[in-house]
């Protein structure tokens, strides 16, 4: 019997709480998907779920009168949105089984049957359960050792749960780098199926491709993903057919899967899968309906030129202090060393350092200063600060507040 540490119960007393609530006769509730799985790989949970025998209307009731709020937004398809005292969202499920789908959209029934609600399910290790001691329940019978032995497996046919809804061709390539040990081969049937079924990627909207491109993206090595997407000709159907992304061994892209970059490499992965393009990114910025805070960054990043930039003159690098934050000065510095390849060099390693405390540093003088010694007047009080902004940066920031005043630089 298989039993994992439910990792994500202990620190949460009103978590535990709820699962007991929802299993009182004569209902009965379990955890489901990515929080079963990821205790059983001993992974940290992100997401905790619940599935239940109770009908959504009785799921409401039954929290409503114990004072837990509730969310109804999935309420049609069977879901209830439990918010724990510390902001926590929980989604309870009615067991269902699709009666009618239409490439993204299902038509549901609710049963009480778990081994049906598992069938309609995407891949074997996302159909787990499991109570509240950490006991695993596997209606398929394939799910934990999948998830054990590192195969992601669609549930049943692959063509049939792809016609159910597309979305799943996208998430089958984003549970690949996370889930797949390297010395298994690829299913070739699921590949098959992805490549028939890549022109209904058209179908889904930019908002979802966008989510689970930047989730594939957010991951520190997703290049052999992205190469099977472009072999199966997934990538043209979620990527703007203009945009053709160099995946080759000495890409940028390439360059930085040997980059150590613990920070979130979401933004450089992106940028380097387009390229650089100022048109690539207009495209992807309309067809993945990108935030306007992501846009805006890559742009950015392209105004910078972390490629070309002469990251090795002091001078540059103290104006680049100077414009950015941490975050962009990290990302142009990935960007420039895997590109010149000086991925974890000292010079790299320096380059960070001087970054991160570039965090502290604080300009010394404000409009207070000046008015202090007599200048009052508003645009000369402007033209004072830059000026003495600029002999501060150009000082490596070493001038204090007293040698600005003197203003003899």
Known sequence: MIRPTLSFLTPYPALK????????????????????RDSLLNREVTDVDMATTA???AVLERLQNHGIK?????LEHGTVTAVLENKQPIEITTL???IKTDGRHAVVAFTEEWAVDAARRDFTMNALYADDTGKIYDPLGTGITDAQQGIVRF?????????????????????????????????????TACEKLAPMIARL????????????LAMPRPLPALRLMQ???????VLDKAVVPDLSDTSLLAKLQKTAHPHSPMMVHLWALLGGSEQAIERITRRWKLPRSLSRYLYVLYDTYPLEIALQDAPTRWRLMDAHDYTT?????????????????????????????SRLLKFPLSGKDLKAIGITEGIAIGEALRAARQAWVESGFTLGREALLEGDY
């Open 96 to 98: 269902r089984k699709d």
């Open 205 to 216: 909207s930019g908002e979802r491709i966008q989510q689970e491109m930047l989730k594939l």
């Open 55 to 57: 009908l959504p209307t």
């Open 70 to 74: 509730t969310l109804k937004h999935g």
């Open 155 to 191: 549930i049943g046919d692959p063509e049939a749960r792809i016609k159910e809804d597309a979305l799943r061709i996208l998430r089958y390539f984003r549970f690949l780098p996370v889930y797949h040990h390297g010395e298994n081969p690829v299913e070739e049937d699921a590949l």
């Open 329 to 357: 000065l990290y990302d142009i510095i990935t960007l420039y060393c895997a590109a010149h390849t000086l991925g974890d060099t000292p010079l790299h390693k320096t380059l960070l350092e001087e970054a991160f405390n």
């Open 231 to 237: 072999q199966t000709g997934v990538l043209d159907y």
């Open 17 to 36: 709480q709820l699962y007991t609530l929802l299993n009182e006769p004569p209902f009965s509730t379990r955890f489901v998907g990515g929080c079963v």
